[in-house]
């Protein structure tokens, strides 16, 4: 059973790429002299107001990347985003303010959601915008590998579903690339698995 809190944000054309997109974690943030939390709908809302508004960074660096362009227009980025699925690893808030990062235990809860969430949504193949969600052990051990940012999980079926982890669109030790990280993105959609 789940206790995955946000719904995931589903692309009218997922099925042509069945790939998901996941970012790390989400925060809470002031408008004033109001605090605003993450509702469970905030992978679709986030996703639509950094858009119309290229106001939220995240959204704003893979909207770059994924129309490979550095000044995407508004319909640009919502064409490109309809190929894929979205949502957040980290269940919860991880405090309040950009630059806050996830808990131990908020890492373990998430690794705990993670196989359910492939086994409902099935996609084939999962981009990580953030390779801290291996690196600090937020993530489980893939059941194959091929490099330590290209695992696969099995699911009950033996199906394999393969994660991609690149750069966070924050990096702030290489910068982001949003050229990269497109060819990146673009290459792991198209290609076969096993290689």
Same mark, same amino acid.
Do not use: H, M
């Given at each position: 059973m789940s206790n995955r809190f946000f719904k995931v944000f589903k692309g009218s054309q997922f099925e042509s790429t069945?790939?998901?997109?996941?970012?790390?974690?989400?925060?809470?943030?002031s408008e004033g002299d109001v605090t605003f939390t993450p509702q469970p709908d905030h992978p679709? !809302?986030?996703? *639509?107001?950094?858009?119309?508004?290229? *106001?939220?960074?995240y959204f704003k660096r893979m909207g770059q990347a994924?129309?490979?362009?550095?000044?995407?227009?508004? &319909?640009? &980025?919502?064409? &490109?985003?309809?190929?894929f699925a979205y949502s957040v690893y980290v269940q919860e808030s991880v405090g309040h303010g950009a630059g806050v990062r996830p808990s131990p235990?908020?890492?373990?809860?998430?690794?705990?959601?993670? *196989?359910?969430?492939?086994?409902?949504?099935?996609p084939a193949k999962v981009i990580? !915008?953030?390779r801290d969600m291996w690196e600090r052990?937020?993530?489980?051990?893939?059941?194959?590998?091929?490099?330590?940012?290209?695992?696969?999980?099995?699911?009950?079926? *033996?199906t394999l579903v393969w994660c991609l982890a690149l750069p966070h669109t924050a990096n702030r030790r290489?910068?982001?690339?949003?050229?990269?990280?497109?060819a990146s993105i673009r290459n792991?959609?198209?290609s076969s698995f096993p290689l």
């Open positions: 069945r790939t998901l997109i996941l970012s790390e974690s989400t925060y809470d943030w679709e !809302t986030s996703l *639509k107001v950094g858009i119309e508004t290229g *106001k939220i960074a994924l129309c490979e362009s550095y000044n995407p227009s508004p &319909q640009e &980025q919502r064409n &490109q985003w309809e190929r235990q908020q890492w373990s809860g998430a690794a705990a959601n993670f *196989k359910t969430l492939l086994e409902e949504l099935r990580l !915008t953030g052990g937020g993530l489980p051990d893939g059941d194959e590998w091929l490099l330590n940012d290209l695992q696969a999980y099995r699911l009950e079926d *033996k290489e910068g982001f690339n949003f050229e990269f990280v497109g792991f959609v198209a």
